[in-house]
């Protein structure tokens, strides 16, 4: 079993080279390549606009991803997923063909073997899964797999989070079964699970997907909101969860996407490695809880 974070928002405090140094340092395994810098949305007209200032956008993106690489390697850890740039839609998809391809090319590039992209929230597992297997050549070829996620959508006037694409294990189980292929996978957001009521749970989900899930988002929430914090501070019984996997013989990374708790400390530049030492120590502990100990 091993563990990892993602970079992000280490990297905007520190940079990318030095947040996975420090991911290293801390003692986790790994590092989770957060690709979402690469595109700036703009969520009122539904346009992608390339961010210019990206590293991920130079000429020699190759390179930097390269040179992560190498860090993360000279410190003993190594790239075990990314998250491409979000939010997908399977009726722009020519519009995000290029930064999603870009993404998986990285992902391979840094060492990574999953590439996590997101379904569009308001498609059909059919229509997703479209989506999907045009991707999946591509990602072959690179010798990545994508993972879908479960993901939410916000009532406003309810104020609670309400059905999405594998917002419902039979939903996500759906999603899987449609494309039907071994570079197609799940990951898990135990925290977006957690946020669904009586709609489904992190342990139905792991049941559920079985050996289809093959990566984990791994946070805290207050079961309303998708908080991101650090595991063990909000509402999420971990140990069921833990339990499932454990039973499920869960062989995936233990990834964590608690950036909130770097962002709402208000780390900085002079603490935030004591922020990832409190990550990764989190980490262990939901580790430790799945091995049983």
């Known amino acids: 079993m091993k563990t990892s974070t993602t970079i992000s928002p280490i990297h905007r405090i520190v940079g990318y080279e030095k947040s996975v140094e420090l991911i290293?340092?801390?003692?986790?395994?790994?590092?989770?390549?957060?690709?979402?810098?690469?595109?700036?949305?703009?969520?009122?007209n539904k346009q992608f606009l390339p961010n210019e200032d990206s590293p991920l956008m130079k000429a020699d993106y190759l390179d930097f991803v390269r040179r992560l690489r190498r860090i993360g390697e000279d410190n003993g850890i190594a790239c075990n997923q990314s998250h491409a740039p979000y939010p997908s839609h399977v009726s722009l998809y020519r519009?995000?063909?290029?930064?999603?391809?870009?993404?998986?090319?990285?992902?391979?590039?840094?060492?990574?073997?999953?590439?996590?992209?997101?379904?569009?929230?308001?498609?059909?597992?059919?229509?997703?899964?479209?989506?999907?297997?045009?991707l999946l050549p591509f990602?072959?070829?690179?010798?990545?797999?994508?993972?879908?996620?479960?993901?939410?959508?916000?009532?406003?006037?309810?104020?609670r989070a309400i059905f999405a694409a594998c917002a419902s294990h039979e939903d996500f189980k759906a999603h899987l079964d449609y494309v039907n292929d071994e570079y197609f996978v799940a990951c898990l957001d135990i925290g977006h699970a957690e946020m669904m009521g009586d709609m489904t749970s992190a342990e139905k989900m792991v049941y559920t997907l079985g050996n289809g899930l093959q990566a984990l988002h791994i946070h805290d929430v207050d079961k309303r909101y998708d908080n991101h914090e650090i595991p063990f501070?909000?509402?999420?019984?971990?140990?069921?969860?833990?339990?499932?996997?454990?039973?499920?013989?869960?062989?995936?990374?233990?990834?964590?996407?608690?950036g909130n708790y770097i962002i709402n400390k208000k780390y900085d530049e002079s603490n935030v490695f004591d922020g990832v030492v409190e990550l990764y120590k989190s980490a262990e502990k939901f580790e430790e809880m799945v091995r049983g100990e």
């Open 24 to 44: 290293a340092r801390a003692g986790f395994d790994g590092w989770d390549f957060s690709l979402c810098d690469m595109w700036k949305y703009d969520w009122e």
């Open 95 to 134: 519009e995000t063909e290029f930064y999603l391809k870009r993404a998986i090319e990285c992902t391979a590039e840094a060492g990574g073997k999953i590439c996590v992209i997101h379904p569009d929230n308001n498609a059909t597992a059919e229509e997703n899964g479209e989506f999907y297997l045009k």
């Open 139 to 159: 990602a072959k070829e690179c010798g990545v797999k994508i993972a879908t996620e479960n993901m939410w959508n916000w009532n406003a006037a309810e104020g």
């Open 233 to 258: 501070s909000l509402n999420v019984d971990f140990e069921p969860i833990a339990k499932a996997l454990r039973e499920i013989g869960y062989k995936g990374w233990f990834t964590l996407e608690a």
